[in-house]
């Protein structure tokens, strides 16, 4: 097994401290650390943390509450703990199932939420070892997957040159749900919460740190739903997946690893908007969900289309 | 029963060809493992490293740490370097061999589980530095507190060459102590991290469901 390079290590007790660390140099975060030590094992990018931060001696920062008739979830909580939680499940139907369909049960034993939506895009290229393709996302100037091999990749176009999918399950439940991101110093909407940043992926700045996440209570009669395709059941990161809520005639729609962020698809939004939802509506969302969506050159990634078509259709359909 | 013995000449520090070559000197590095001989001793907590300027990440972290923690039923407080997987503590310091490494430390193979604090961890992404104070248990130690599910796996063939074995005892395991009923759903979803390439999958629902019968059995009996 490929041991890893050297690094200092530090518990830190507050999140302010982690902050100080954070900006005074080359530190990284580690909470479940199942992307990060993994990234660092094989050295796919191409700086390598001096200092480790481990956030997980904070303490108050693991919880599930309800708060006003909404929930609020602390960053440090394990995926496993979010994916067993009849309190999440009864309301928030669609992060408890995102949660349970992540990973593997291990990694959701070890992985948080706040890592969960902070985590490292997906792409060969990218996550190589050894930083053998110097792409845009490490500041290069070249997306290798633009010419390559791309059958995974974004079917709604590049952001900032980089093809690369945001691969986390737990991120459109969240959009779809409309929660928001709470971090030390300001409250996100989780829709505006990523971005391509080399090579981050989401909007956090230099020593801002995720502390929680809040989801409103739902609408009277809401329900919601998570559907993920992927090979396998478990362990595979999602090829399409798709979360929805449904109340009162409207209806919130987000897929993800179509794109470099996760992709409201608001266009199925407007088609289901007042109606009553049946086969042939939700198909119509379907399609609407991906009429803008592109095969890149080659259509080596053109089956992913109808993959997201039919996720927004059948996830409308589990939330009618 | 071979299993038992030699899980327990490991842990009772008898001859084990690890500890030969390792009292043979044949390992670089002199282990810094000591076993504490009281054991259930509450280990104290570690103080944080001083969020001092730059110094922070130079001296007070950077080098070893001491941790203490209870491996199956004895306790140890071992040096640990900072980039240390708690799979490397536990087999290459305290000699514990049933944590394997199949997808090369990626999370994507389950053959180095685990149980920390009651859960079922890959302990090649864990860093060993962090585990002061945890509870881990190994297969070695499931073997040695002849928990049914290991007999359950013999009578149901549940194995062939045995690599991943290991890895699937400690998941089910760590299922069996939340769950003292689950259906075959359970299992199947419980171990949907751990692979083998011996591809017998089918074998282990039957064997784990099998040891929560046998589990529910010596309850009702004691």
């Known amino acids: ?320 | 029963m071979t299993e038992e013995k030699k899980a327990g000449q490991v842990e009772r520090g008898g001859i084990s060809r690890r500890s030969f070559l390792r009292d043979a000197g044949l390992a670089a590095a002199v282990p810094a493992v000591a076993p504490i001989a009281r054991a259930g001793e509450a280990p104290a907590p570690r103080t944080p490293a001083a969020p001092a300027g730059p110094a922070a990440s130079e001296d007070s972290c950077d080098g070893p740490t001491m941790v203490q923690l209870t491996v199956n039923s004895g306790q140890y407080r071992c040096e640990v370097q900072p980039h240390w997987s708690l799979r490397q503590l536990l087999r290459d310091e305290i000699g514990l061999t049933s944590p394997k490494d199949w997808c090369g430390g990626l999370g994507a193979c389950g053959s180095c589980t685990v149980i920390l604090n009651g859960r079922p961890v890959l302990s090649c992404l864990t860093l060993a530095c962090e585990c002061h104070g945890a509870a881990v248990e190994t297969a070695e130690g499931i073997a040695n507190t002849k928990h049914p599910v290991i007999q359950a796996y013999i009578d149901y063939n549940a194995f062939q060459c045995g690599y991943c074995t290991p890895g699937f005892v400690c998941t089910a395991k760590a299922l069996l102590d939340r769950n003292q009923n689950p259906t075959e759903a359970d299992v199947r979803d419980a171990l949907g991290g751990n692979l083998c390439r011996c591809a017998t999958y089918q074998q282990h629902p039957p064997a784990v469901i099998a040891a929560a019968a046998e589990l529910r059995r010596d309850r009702s009996r004691s």
């Open chain 1, 1 to 320: 097994m490929k041991t890893w390079k050297r690094f200092a290590h530090i518990d830190v007790g507050s999140v302010e401290q982690a902050a100080d660390l954070l900006r005074r140099g080359n530190a990284a975060l580690i909470a479940g650390g199942t992307d990060l030590l993994g990234g660092m094992r094989f050295e796919i990018l191409p700086d390598y943390p001096e200092l480790i931060v481990n956030l997980k001696t904070i303490p108050g920062l693991d919880y599930i509450r309800e708060e006003g008739g909404g929930l609020r979830i602390g960053a440090l909580t394990r995926l496993e703990d979010i994916a067993r939680s009849a309190t999440v499940r009864s309301r928030w139907t669609a992060l408890a199932d995102a949660a349970h369909r992540t990973a593997t049960p291990h990694i959701r034993e070890m992985g948080t939420i706040g890592g969960n939506i902070c985590q490292l895009n997906r792409c060969w290229y990218f996550r190589i070892p050894d930083n053998r393709f110097h792409c845009v996302r490490k500041g290069g100037k070249t997306c290798y997957a633009m010419a390559g091999d791309n059958r995974y990749h974004s079917i709604f176009g590049a952001l900032k040159s980089c093809l690369a999918v945001n691969p986390s399950d737990t991120a459109p439940a969240l959009v779809a749900l409309g929660a928001s991101i709470r971090t030390n110093r300001r409250l996100v909407e989780a829709e505006k919460f990523w971005d391509m940043r080399v090579p981050g992926s989401t909007v956090l700045e230099p020593g801002e740190i995720v502390t929680a996440i809040e989801i409103p209570a739902p609408p009277a009669g809401a329900k919601s739903a998570f559907l993920k395709f992927a090979i396998r059941k478990s362990i595979d990161f999602p090829i399409v997946n798709c979360a929805v809520m449904v109340a009162g005639g409207e209806a919130r729609v987000c897929l993800n690893a179509v794109h470099n962020r996760p992709w409201r698809a608001t266009a199925s939004e407007d088609v289901v908007r007042g109606k009553a939802i049946d086969e042939a509506l939700a198909d119509a969302a379907g399609a609407a969900a991906v009429a803008k969506a592109l095969a890149l050159p080659g259509d080596r990634n053109k089956w992913k289309i109808q993959i997201a078509r039919t996720l927004v259709k059948r996830a409308l359909l589990a939330s009618a």
